[in-house]
């Protein structure tokens, strides 16, 4: 399976401020993803990022406050945008590449004053 | 009603227990069903994964889905201190386009005390 570096891996921010995240993947797949997980709530998709097009956002997700870009088939980032204390998530890149399911980074865990 | 509701544990059992792990589902068009095992501060790492109903094993893992009940499993035998992480249930309509959305339980924790 493909290997998928993240980073920041973890970071303190302060309210108001963004962040941009950096999704690495060795290979190229055609479609990636990023997921927020909070405390005690489900993995829940925040948008589907495929190369060459606008990423799609799920319902409750707008791409004011969280900006995708997805310059190639490797790479993708995700911007966090004028952080609240709502925000401190982990932040999940995954990757899907045809029949095999999603797999995972290991997350950016984002905390905000 | 949630998409998927998972058992919320946490769960301790002794080494060597048998553990089973459920969720259930409300829709009936998922294809696809996955466990992912997250240990602390680290990423779902994908364990098994299953194609419409029925039973796949790998190793000490089985897993078991049956679409008529709209319930899925995960069974570990020998379970063993390794196994100590939180389960993921995740399931998809497919894996291309606007169908490999993953929708997931909110996951179990587990300890398994030596």
């Known amino acids: 399976s493909a290997v998928i570096s993240q980073k920041p891996s973890r970071d303190i921010c302060q309210r108001g401020t963004s962040l941009t995240i950096q999704c690495q993947v060795d290979?190229?797949?055609?479609?990636m993803f990023w997921y927020r997980q909070q405390p005690g709530q489900s993995l829940t998709l925040i948008a589907t990022?495929?190369?060459?097009?606008?990423?799609?956002?799920e319902s409750g997700f707008v791409i004011d406050k969280f900006p995708i870009s997805r310059p190639n088939l490797t790479f993708s980032t995700l911007t966090v945008s004028n952080m609240s204390p709502e925000d401190s998530s982990i932040y999940l890149c995954?990757?899907?590449?045809?029949?095999?399911?999603?797999?995972f980074g290991d997350g950016t865990r984002l905390s905000i004053l | 009603q949630k998409e998927v509701e998972q058992d919320p544990g946490p769960l301790s059992v002794p080494e060597g227990a048998i553990v089973s792990l459920n969720c259930t589902y409300s829709?009936?068009?998922?294809?696809?069903f996955m466990w992912y095992r997250q240990y602390s501060r680290k990423g779902p790492e994908l364990l098994m994964y299953?194609?419409?109903?029925g039973n796949k094993e790998d190793g000490r893992f089985t897993a078991q889905v049956d679409k008529s009940s709209k319930y899925i499993s995960l069974f570990i035998r020998d379970s063993q201190p390794s196994d100590s992480a939180t389960y993921l249930c995740?399931?998809?309509?497919?894996?291309?386009?606007?169908?490999?959305?993953?929708?997931f339980g909110k996951g179990i924790t587990l300890s398994v005390r030596p």
């Open positions: 995954s990757v899907g590449a045809g029949s095999q399911p999603q797999h």
């Open positions: 290979s190229q797949v055609t479609m």
């Open positions: 990022a495929n190369q060459g097009s606008e990423a799609t956002y």
């Open positions: 829709n009936s068009a998922f294809q696809y």
């Open positions: 299953t194609y419409s109903s």
């Open positions: 995740a399931m998809t309509l497919g894996y291309t386009g606007a169908n490999s959305k993953l929708t």
